[in-house]
């Protein structure tokens, strides 16, 4: 039996890459970055699904919107060129903290 956690790490990774796009689409003018955006979150939703069959979906949410966050901050950092100031940093360290607070000592994430 795999890991919940599969389901959900591709949630976010399809999720990140279609965000990316949906800059790169230039509001949807863009043919190639409309469509990854369009498959990406397609296949965001329907992992994301998957990973509600085992775990709980405050959690599950919890997990895909706070990694989610960082990777998008830093695909848009390395990417799109936008800048991160300290107090960006200081809570997309507190969303880490967060999800890893969830992870290890909550009784409601699948251990």
């Not at 990140?16 to 790169?24: D, E, F, G």
Request: proline share 5%; hydrophobic share 55%.
């Amino acid at each position: 039996m795999s890991s919940p956690y599969l389901p959900l790490a591709i949630a976010i990774v399809a999720e990140v890459i279609a965000t990316t796009a949906l800059k790169s689409s230039e509001s949807f003018t863009r043919v190639l970055p409309s469509i990854i955006t369009v498959v990406g979150y397609a296949i965001a939703f329907y992992c994301l699904s998957l990973t509600l069959r085992s775990i709980p979906t405050g959690i599950a949410y919890a997990i895909w919107s706070g990694v989610g966050i960082v990777l998008i901050s830093l695909a848009g950092w390395f990417i799109h060129k936008q800048s991160l100031d300290l107090p960006a940093l200081i809570g997309l360290a507190l969303i880490i903290a967060g999800v890893i607070i969830v992870n290890v000592f909550s009784k409601s994430a699948v251990h």
